[in-house]
């Protein structure tokens, strides 16, 4: 019996210890979660001002830059499965050569 009793507080203590190790995780978990968030939202705020910075400043002849700035032309980063080639080399043409009204 002393050797089960052993067994058992060695067993509580272990569980113990898995506890904290695990509180201490998701807390580490919880923090890199809520600094990622942070950072997300300084990005869209950014992202957003830059946007509503490039609206106000519309002049004739941009309309294709800011097409091709809004566009994502690296076909590596793309997650579509479509071929968005010919779309890719149109945009970029007109980006290069605007058409003349």
């Known amino acids: 019996t ?3 009793e052993a067994l058992d507080a060695n067993s509580r203590k272990q569980e113990a210890e898995w506890k904290e190790k ?3 995780e998701l807390e580490e978990w919880y923090a890199r979660q809520d600094e990622q968030l942070q950072k997300t939202k300084a990005n869209n705020r950014a992202a957003e ?3 509503v910075n490039d609206i106000d400043e519309s002049s004739p002849g941009t309309e294709w830059e ?3 700035r809004l566009c994502d032309f690296n ?3 793309s997650k579509q ?3 968005v080639s010919r779309m890719r080399s ?3 043409s007109l980006k ?3 058409l003349v009204h």
Do not use: H
């Open 49 to 51: 001002e830059a946007f």
């Open 96 to 98: 290069q050569a605007p």
């Open 66 to 68: 800011r097409v091709a």
């Open 22 to 24: 695990a509180i201490k």
């Open 75 to 77: 076909p590596k980063s």
């Open 2 to 4: 002393e050797r089960l």
């Open 90 to 92: 149109v945009l970029i």
């Open 81 to 83: 499965a479509k071929d």
